[in-house]
């Protein structure tokens, strides 16, 4: 697939992007980082963003995981496998709904990853996330053998 990848957004405190232990890479939770700098904001559920709008955020959060991996391996094809996703989403009281809405992130990964990009993944709600996003996600990537 020809989608075109963000720039990686730096982290925006004391941490880092990735870590590479032996051939895992450990990728901090991302976030839905706009073109114009800003970020997606808003709580998912009723009287918040839609089931729609919420995938869409994930689907950003997506993207700027594979620019950080992309920044960190060079580019893409090193990835072994996608081992684990662990999404988070800033949800309404009562909303259920959170499997759903991290598909957004785990599509755009098989999308351009193939079966590379289906791993194992947990999905949860929480009551704020960071700046008032709707999503943040953080990975596991197994990295190709001989890529150290």
């Known amino acids: ?6 720039a990686p957004r730096p982290p925006v405190g004391n941490y880092l992007a990735a870590v590479r232990v032996a ?3 450990y990728l901090s939770g991302a976030g839905p980082a706009l073109p ?3 970020w997606m904001v808003g709580k998912v559920g009723p009287g918040g963003l839609d089931m729609p709008a ?4 994930a689907r950003l959060v ?4 594979l620019a950080t991996m992309r920044a960190e391996l ?3 094809d ?3 496998r996608v081992v684990k996703l662990f999404g988070m989403v800033n949800c309404m009281p009562g909303f259920t709904g959170t499997p759903e809405v991290i598909d957004g992130c785990s599509d755009v990964l098989v999308d351009i990853l193939g079966e590379r990009g289906r791993g194992a993944r947990s999905a949860v709600g929480m009551a704020e996330l960071p700046f008032g996003i709707p999503v943040e996600v953080e990975a596991v990537v197994q ?4 890529n150290r």
């Not at 697939?1 to 963000?6: A, G, I, N, R, V």
């Not at 919420?54 to 955020?57: F, G, K, L, N, V």
């Open 1 to 6: 697939m020809s989608t075109e990848l963000p």
């Open 23 to 25: 051939d895992l890479l």
């Open 36 to 38: 114009d700098g800003g």
């Open 54 to 57: 919420a995938q869409a955020a």
């Open 62 to 65: 997506g993207l700027q995981l």
């Open 74 to 76: 060079g580019d893409l």
């Open 78 to 80: 090193q990835v072994e």
């Open 143 to 146: 990295i190709r053998s001989g």
